[in-house]
């Protein structure tokens, strides 16, 4: 069965960076597109980053475009968000999606069918 495991989260000031991982298993890795979701307290849950199943497509939400970076490893079934220049309004628990089809590069839940279940990363101003 298909899981999805996110990892790297934690507590940074504002200005920071961190690294999310998210680990698949039980899927051809390579096959598929993949995406980051975030959902902030009290709001409903958004687009962050999607990257196409050879990783050389990418595409980011303006609130992110400039300062994070989605990319692959298919030879270790992992994806990875680097988020630097962190913002208080990146605070959220972040969220790695598997895309229904190869390339992708979707912005909206309904075109992912696999979900982790989240990384908290919270900013301090």
């Known amino acids: 069965q298909v899981q999805l495991v996110e990892s790297g989260g934690g507590l940074v000031q504002a200005g920071g960076s961190l690294r999310l991982s998210c680990a698949a298993s039980g899927l051809t890795f390579s096959n598929y597109a993949m995406g980051w979701f975030r959902q902030a307290p009290g709001k409903e849950r958004e687009f962050v980053a999607a990257?196409?199943?050879?990783?050389?497509?990418?595409y980011y939400a303006d609130s992110v475009k400039g300062r994070f970076t989605v990319s692959r490893d298919n030879a270790k079934n992992t994806m990875y968000l680097q988020m630097n220049s962190l913002k208080p309004d990146d605070t959220a628990i972040y969220s790695c999606a598997k895309d229904r089809k190869r390339y992708g590069l979707r912005d909206v839940a309904d075109a992912y069918d696999y979900w982790g279940q989240g990384t908290q990363v919270t900013v301090s101003s």
């Open positions: 990257i196409s199943w050879s990783g050389g497509n990418t």
